[in-house]
């Protein structure tokens, strides 16, 4: 599986910037996708994650509210709407992808997209 994530670049705080992973792949469904992020200095953490049949979904707390993940399997895609952005948002994100759910939850994916960097201005 390859990932292709698009949609990040410079926003003001407080904007809705969407991104999106384009996957390669004719089971992607059976995939849970994963949205990480990685601020400079910090441990990558996953943000959101979202099981094959887009039915559950996972937030982490800081964006809880803000955030909302989906995917379109007949795209291939998965989405990351975010919403009131804030200065602490400002990390590169990446999109991931695995059978397990456990694997997204503890980050030891199989398939890693490329990164899209995010920048949140005051």
């Known amino acids: 599986v390859q990932l292709q994530a698009s949609g990040g670049g410079l926003v003001q705080a407080g904007g809705s910037p969407r991104l999106s992973c384009a996957a390669s792949g004719r089971t992607f469904g059976g995939y849970v996708m994963g949205w990480f992020r990685q601020a400079p200095g910090e441990e990558r953490e996953l943000v959101s994650a979202?099981?094959?049949?887009?039915?559950?979904?996972y937030y982490a707390d800081s964006v809880k509210g803000r955030f909302t993940t989906s995917r379109d399997n007949a795209k291939n895609t998965v989405y990351l709407q975010m919403n009131s952005l804030k200065a602490e948002d400002t990390a590169v994100y990446y999109c991931?992808?695995?059978?397990?759910?456990?694997?997204?939850?503890?980050?030891?994916?199989?398939?890693w997209g490329q990164g899209t960097q995010v920048t949140v201005s005051s």
């Open positions: 979202i099981n094959g049949g887009g039915v559950t979904t």
């Open positions: 991931a992808a695995d059978p397990s759910e456990l694997a997204v939850r503890a980050g030891t994916v199989r398939y």
